[in-house]
Nanobody, 120 residues
Framework: QVQLVESGGGLVQPGGSLRLSCVLSGSRFSINAMGWYRQAPGKERELVALTISGGQPNYATSVKGRFTISRDNAKNTVYLQMNSLRPEDTAVYYC??????????????WGQGTQVTVYS
């Protein structure tokens, strides 16, 4: 089975930067898409950034130009570089993957989440 583990969250001041990491483990699967989501208290979980195989990354309007999603295939890791952080970026950030197993079945996996707090 596939497991995802996020790390890199923490407390930063407005204007600061953080880099989140999501490490995938497992075997006998292929990845169709990888995304970062976030959920703030009292809010629905929302898409932050998404990578699609063969396509360009997509970003939420609120983070476009500030956040960058990238992958290191050799390390089975996806990153979210977050710059110019704002208080409204405060949330728990989750990594998600759309995975296909050898039988052709699609399924989704979530990481456990990592807290990002932006406050002076």
């Amino acid at each position: 089975q596939v497991q995802l583990v996020e790390s890199g969250g923490g407390l930063v001041q407005p204007g600061g930067s953080l880099r989140l990491s999501c490490v995938l483990s497992g075997s006998r699967f292929s990845i169709n898409a990888m995304g970062w989501y976030r959920q703030a208290p009292g809010k629905e979980r929302e898409l932050v950034a998404l990578t699609i195989s063969g396509g360009q990354p997509n970003y939420a309007t609120s983070v476009k130009g500030r956040f960058t999603i990238s992958r290191d295939n050799a390390k089975n890791t996806v990153y979210l570089q977050m710059n110019s952080l704002r208080p409204e970026d405060t949330a728990v950030y989750y990594c998600n993957a759309e995975v296909m197993n050898p039988s052709g079945s699609k399924f989704y996996r979530w990481g456990q989440g990592t807290q990002v707090t932006v406050y002076s």
